[in-house]
């Protein structure tokens, strides 16, 4: 019989009782000041990084390969036989690239790792580990396991609005969002992810309250009348995204909901002010 525990990273956003309800194991992704780094989502909080951002603005970097490979020896250890890892979009970090290069050494531990791309980053990300860990538990067979997550993949959207796209481009991060934003004349872009797991621009609005509306109707427009698991996430902006959740959800018929803050690693590359709208099928 196979035992497959579940992973995922910090960049996922799940609260803590889903990582408890489905054993979601999570690697930590770093964020590196110039005389010190911190792993992310324990070491340090948003609110810390949006304090000193006027003083430095750090960088991210990979979650710990020695950690992750003493991870993968206690997985082993309990009698795990599979690892089902699900990490960020592999065309927004080396994460998923640094799973891939963990395979033949977690074989020898016994196990087999099959790493899944995301193609997503916060809840949208979250809900893929979720639908993966609901299956886990109906105690299906590992690939059907691994199809059925692949699957729904594209069944899970996200949009977002910044602030400015100050930091998506200090962090390299822009993907084809860069020359779609009229700064003089206020123009936002909502930003998702394309099939090949970079940022681009899905429409523009004029101003903050016109970006937020944009969003509320994409998401809308995209639910339709099917039954959804809505997020809508936040960076330092609480009472916007209050203000969001309340106008989707009484557009759209929404059987789970899930918000809050985004964790740190993501708020280095999207600065203050972000507000992101992730949903899946029911």
Do not use: W
Request: aromatic share 6%.
């Amino acid at each position: 019989m196979s035992r497959i525990a579940l992973l995922t990273d910090s960049t996922c956003d799940l609260p803590a009782e889903i990582l408890q309800k489905y054993c979601i194991n999570i690697i930590p992704l770093k964020v590196v000041y110039r005389d010190r780094e911190y792993r992310d989502g324990l070491d340090i909080t948003p609110e810390e990084v949006y304090q000193n951002m006027d003083i430095e603005t750090p960088k991210t970097s990979l979650p710990s390969y020695g950690h992750t490979l003493e991870l993968m020896k206690r997985l082993g250890a309990e009698g795990y036989t599979d690892v089902i890892a699900i990490h960020i979009s592999g065309g927004l970090s080396g994460t998923f690239a640094m799973m891939q290069g963990l395979k033949e050494k977690v074989k020898q531990l016994g196990m087999s790792l099959h790493v899944i791309d995301s193609k997503a980053l916060s809840m949208a990300l979250g809900f893929l580990v979720i639908k993966a860990g609901r299956l886990i538990n109906e105690n299906l067979p590992i690939n059907e396991i691994l199809k059925k997550t692949q699957d729904f993949r594209d069944e899970v959207k996200v949009f977002f609005v910044l602030k400015t796209l100050e930091y998506l481009r200090k962090g390299g991060r822009i993907g084809l969002v860069e020359g779609t934003v009229g700064d003089l004349l206020d123009i936002k872009p909502i930003i998702s992810i394309n099939k090949q797991g970079i940022y681009y621009t899905v429409a523009k609005a004029r101003g903050r309250q016109g970006s937020l509306r944009k969003v509320a109707d994409l998401a809308k427009k995209a639910v339709g009348g099917r039954k959804v698991r809505l997020a809508v996430m936040h960076g330092a902006a609480p009472e916007e995204a209050k203000e969001l959740l309340a106008k989707i959800r009484e557009q759209v018929n929404a059987v789970e909901v899930f918000s809050g803050q985004i964790g740190p690693v993501m708020g280095v590359h999207t600065g203050p002010g972000l507000i992101g709208v992730a949903f899946c099928p029911e």
